[in-house]
């Protein structure tokens, strides 16, 4: 297989088969390839927006829709996501100057009491190769670090994560402050983690749960969406 991929030199490659070359270069997490593929793309004159969404986010979107179907796994969701931030490291610069549009802001982390995050990097990683900005807390969050990085911020969603059944409450906590407060119409909130379902989420008043990565991306776009529609028609 090493052989054959010796053979392609991505350089000498027309646009319409470079571009099929990244996603299949994404999908296999081949994070030198991508940023070549970038970098190749830029020297042709494409717009670093059009770059991000047909090369980047449309082999991450092949990424997602086989990891939902359970053909990749989580490693190597995190290589394909890997080579992603690697292209988006070259992008993003370009992006900020041309001011391209994007799919919203979003501030995740893990809650108070709780340390792990390999699904919350996850998420995080397939709603950036979704066009989303991610602003990620780490992990124990109490509620001021939500609450004042989405207020920084501007974020239109705030994710919480938990891996803990014993830290699964906290997510009220949260949503409860952001009630009292009067803000909790301000954010879309997503949760997760292992131990959650869907009851939960709508007993604590989330407005999503999401099963995996994939399923928060597709929810997260349909919030978005539909949020646009709705400033739109306002």
Known sequence: MAEEEDDIILSELPDEEL???????LYDGLKEEIEEGVNILLERGWAPY?????????????????????????PEVLLAANAMKAGMAILKPLLAETGAPRMGKMVIGTVKGDIHDIGKNLVGMMMEGAGFEIIDLGINNPVENYLDAAAREEADIVGMSA???????????????????????????????????????????????CRDAAVAVEMAKDFMSRKHNQMAAG
């Open 19 to 25: 571009v099929p070359q990244m996603h299949d270069d």
């Open 163 to 209: 891996l803990l059944t014993t830290t699964m409450p906290y997510m009220k906590v949260v949503i409860d402050t952001m009630v009292e407060q009067g803000i909790r119409d301000n954010y879309i909130v997503m949760v997760g983690g292992a131990p959650l379902n869907e009851e939960f989420g709508k007993a604590i008043g989330a407005d999503g749960y």
């Open 50 to 74: 059009k770059i991000l969404t047909e090369a980047l986010v449309a082999g991450m979107t092949i990424v997602g829709k086989d990891f939902r179907d359970g053909i990749l796994f989580v």
